[in-house]
Nanobody, 126 residues
Framework: QVQLVESGGGLVQAGDSLRLSCAAS????????MGWFRQAPGKEREFVAA????????YYADSVKGRFTISRDSAKNTVYLQMNSLKPEDTAVYYCAADRRYPAVVAGRPEEYDYWGQGTQVTVSS
């Protein structure tokens, strides 16, 4: 079983950048497809970005395409979410997720992931 811990959140101004990290323990992330989701107060959890195990395929929500980049470092057993040109509407708790059932395929629905981190808060002020 893999354990996931997110970090890197914080309070920034609109237009700033942040890089979120998702560090794994217990298993190597090389066997997993990974995703980032976010949840704002009063809203459902929504998909942000995904990457497959071999880094040959990535997938982004339209709302973040061109601003966010998902990547993974196998040596560090960590997945990243680089967030540029942040907007107030990006404010949310960000979660990383992992799944090893279909590692070659990117996935955008929460039910397609088995393991979740505890989340990290991102707040973007206008």
């Amino acid at each position: 079983q893999v354990q996931l811990v997110e970090s890197g959140g914080g309070l920034v101004q609109a237009g700033d950048s942040l890089r979120l990290s998702c560090a794994a323990s217990g298993r190597t992330l090389s066997d997993y497809r990974m995703g980032w989701f976010r949840q704002a107060p009063g809203k459902e959890r929504e998909f942000v970005a995904a990457i497959n195990w071999s880094v040959t395929n990535t997938y982004y929500a339209d709302s973040v395409k061109g601003r966010f980049t998902i990547s993974r470092d196998s040596a560090k057993n960590t997945v990243y979410l680089q967030m540029n040109s942040l907007k107030p509407e990006d404010t949310a708790v960000y979660y990383c997720a992992a799944d090893r059932r279909y590692p070659a395929v990117v996935a955008g629905r929460p039910e397609e992931y088995d393991y979740w981190g505890q989340g990290t808060q991102v707040t973007v002020s206008s």
